[in-house]
Antibody
Framework: EVQLVESGGGLVQPGRSLRLSCAAS????????MHWVRQAPGKGLEWVSG????????GYADSVKGRFTISRDNAKNSLYLQMNSLRAEDTALYYC????????????????WGQGTMVTVSS | DIQMTQSPSTLSASVGDRVTITCRAS??????LAWYQQKPGKAPKLLIY???SLESGVPSRFSGSGSGTEFTLTISSLQPDDFATYYC?????????FGPGTKVDIK
């Protein structure tokens, strides 16, 4: 079964850091670009960051650029999001998601999503 | 950045109704558009990719059309399971963006 399982969320104070992880199974992880998408409580979806299959191409939303770092370990079938200098507005459910097409140049639709991990930034 | 808008923001409909949701991009995205369905407490589910291609396992009552800057998602005959929020997403650029969503609720 194709599956993505996020972990690492929690309650954190403003200005502190948190590292999210996403464990992939059921597909050849290093064939696909991966992404983080977040959803603030009661709000819509916001693409946060994406990384190509070989980590050669990385992108960030303007709202997190310079504070968040995406990475992957293909040997461990895992995706990560290092979040620094967290703000109240980063409070959200963070999903990892998989590109639909193998090793596509650029971006693609997201065909598999995890269930998300909640990040709450509050003092 | 490419901005996405959706209309309406909320749509009240009955079972059996034909439903159409519109998504507009601030600049041309060719056909690089996807539609997702999200139910409360659940992850989004891919319905349509490349503007009009139906994802495997998605009922044929869902269809997508459009290119350039204007796109539509149509549900030909609304079913009880279809009451949810629908999002469009452009992936013409590496920095993907989502529309604000359209909530389909029971009339």
């Amino acid at each position: 079964e194709v599956q993505l399982v996020e972990s690492g969320g929690g309650l954190v104070q403003p200005g502190r850091s948190l590292r999210l992880s996403c464990a992939a199974s059921g597909f050849t992880f290093d064939d696909y670009a991966m992404h983080w998408v977040r959803q603030a409580p009661g709000k819509g979806l916001e693409w946060v960051s994406g990384i190509s299959w070989n980590s050669g191409s990385i992108g960030y939303a303007d709202s997190v650029k310079g504070r968040f770092t995406i990475s992957r370990d293909n040997a461990k079938n895992s995706l990560y999001l290092q979040m620094n200098s967290l703000r109240a507005e980063d409070t959200a459910l963070y999903y990892c998601a998989k590109d639909k097409i193998i090793a596509v140049a650029g971006s693609d639709a997201f065909d598999i999503w995890g269930q998300g991990t909640m990040v709450t930034v509050s003092s | 950045d490419i901005q996405m808008t959706q209309s309406p923001s909320t749509l009240s409909a009955s079972v059996g109704d034909r439903v159409t949701i519109t998504c507009r991009a601030s600049q041309s995205i060719s056909s690089w558009l996807a539609w997702y369905q999200q139910k409360p407490g659940k992850a989004p589910k891919l319905l349509i990719y490349k503007a009009s291609s139906l994802e495997s396992g998605v009922p044929s009552r869902f269809s997508g059309s459009g290119s350039g800057t204007e796109f539509t998602l149509t549900i030909s005959s609304l079913q009880p399971d279809d009451f949810a929020t629908y999002y469009c997403q452009q992936y013409n650029t590496e920095e993907s963006t989502f529309g604000p969503g359209t909530k389909v609720d029971i009339k």
